[in-house]
């Protein structure tokens, strides 16, 4: 059974190790410039964040491995009149092992971050969507805008 939770500290290894298999997924690139030089600021970028809440990743677990994982951080736009408070949260970093993929693992921790992005009041959801990812979100009832998805 797959357990899905919030990631916290002892899940920084675990964060950089699946981001950089997003990255090169999604970039479709073999290797990144300098693997050591990406997993040192990933780890920092994962440390700053997620000790001060700007960063709420949720984790996909089956027998104590991380199998997939989604990534939510959120920044101010100036207000408007579609969102008028300016804040947004941005999904990031989805990512489902691919021996996992077509189990619904990505539509529970979308759920998960949808979930947080109404709980803090927040109306204005952004992301960037691959083609794998584009299916689960159009269920959720996101828009396609010019550069990306959003729910408005």
Sequence with gaps: MIEYRRANAGDID?????????MKEALKIETCFDDKEMKDSLTDYFNKTIHNDSLNDWLAIDNSRIIGTSGLCFYTLP???????????YIMNMYTDPAYRGK???????EKMIF????????????????????VYLKYGLKKSIMKWCLI
């Design 79 to 89: 207000p408007s009149y579609k969102n008028i408070t300016g804040n947004v949260a």
């Design 104 to 110: 619904g693992i990505a539509s529970q921790l979308f």
């Design 116 to 135: 947080e992005v109404k709980k803090l009041g927040h109306k204005k959801i952004s992301l960037h969507a691959t083609d794998k990812g584009k299916p």
């Design 14 to 22: 675990e964060l950089v190790r699946l981001k950089i298999e997003f």
